[in-house]
């Protein structure tokens, strides 16, 4: 069992201060192993996360392992999952759990206890929560966050070209999905926004989604929490793009990278040399130096 925690952006603010903005991904695809010299099999891929947790713990202000590639390999990759959140835990390194959940309210109350609670297996220090059963249904994981002191990342627009489709469609009222997401954050951070904190539920918001921030509307600042920013890299996004898309809210950024990071491995000591570099690199454009 662990105790409650001081809130989530209140520890993720000074880990960004000090390492820079970068949450390094923990991404086990099947090519990546291999190109360490790795065969893809449980093996394979264990020694690949524990190379990576060598490597990021203490060094990044947060990892985000994806579910993902671990649950390939059932209860094992689970297990596997857990021992990586659990030994970021003891080196004092924030855990993004990258799980992705959502659903019906009474059935993310159970979510919110496997990976929020004070009794979680493993918790981890935040989890990427899927908003599209509606944002009042993420409702008891972001009430257990606040009071485990754990936070939440919700997607907002995300990094894929296919999530416009949803996120970009107007609702009655010509809000759109997304910035009535941004708008919910933006009231569950409202306290944090009043004392000056960073806020401890964040969204995502892919660096790769041009000018969409603005032509829907979408007032990050007010939004408070952290705002996490895959793309970077793999997916095409640049440093430029960051400055553009998140132009008023660059210091909520939490830049997330995997695969352009990841590919310095094996080696432990170069693969920190590069999430050193990109989270220099994000540093410079969030603080315009
Ligand atoms: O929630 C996420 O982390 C996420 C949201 C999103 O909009 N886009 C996105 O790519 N991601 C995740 O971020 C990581 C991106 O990996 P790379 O493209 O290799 O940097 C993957 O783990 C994705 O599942």
């Keep these: 069992m662990t105790s409650v925690e001081a809130p989530f952006g209140t520890r993720l603010r000074p880990a960004m201060d000090r390492h820079g903005p970068l949450c390094a991904g923990i991404d086990p695809h099947r090519e990546l192993v291999e190109s360490w010299g790795l065969t893809y099999d449980y093996s394979?891929?264990?020694?690949f996360a524990l190379t990576c947790v060598e490597a990021f713990a203490g060094s990044v202000a947060a990892v985000k392992p994806q579910s993902a590639f671990f649950e390939v390999f059932g209860s094992r990759g689970v297990a596997l999952l857990e021992r990586v959140t659990d030994?970021?835990?003891?080196?004092?390194?924030?855990?993004?759990?990258?799980?992705?959940?959502?659903?019906?309210g009474t059935t993310v109350d159970a979510y919110a206890q496997a990976f929020l609670g004070t009794d979680a297996p493993a918790p981890a220090d935040a989890i990427t929560l899927s908003p599209y059963l509606g944002y009042g249904s993420l409702r008891p994981a972001i009430d257990l966050a606040h009071q485990t002191g754990r936070g939440v990342f919700v997607l907002a627009l995300t990094s894929n070209p296919e999530g416009a489709s949803v996120q970009h469609a107007r609702g009655e009222d010509g809000r759109s999905v997304a910035a009535t997401i941004a708008d919910g954050a933006a009231e569950d951070n409202a306290d944090a926004l009043a004392a000056g904190e960073l806020g401890s539920v964040g969204l995502v918001v892919g660096a790769t989604v041009g000018s969409a921030v603005a032509d829907l509307g979408i007032d990050l600042p007010r939004s408070a929490g952290p705002l996490l920013a895959p793309g970077l890299g793999a997916q095409g996004a640049t440093a430029d793009d960051v400055r553009r898309v998140f132009a008023g809210a660059l210091d909520q950024v939490l830049a997330s990278s995997s695969r352009d990071v990841l590919r310095a491995g094996p080696d432990t000591a170069a693969l920190r040399r590069r999430a050193h570099e990109v989270a220099a690199q994000v540093r410079e454009v969030v603080t315009g130096a």
């Design 87 to 104: 030994e970021l835990r003891a080196a004092g390194t924030l855990s993004v759990l990258d799980v992705k959940r959502g659903d019906i």
């Design 44 to 47: 394979g891929v264990e020694r």
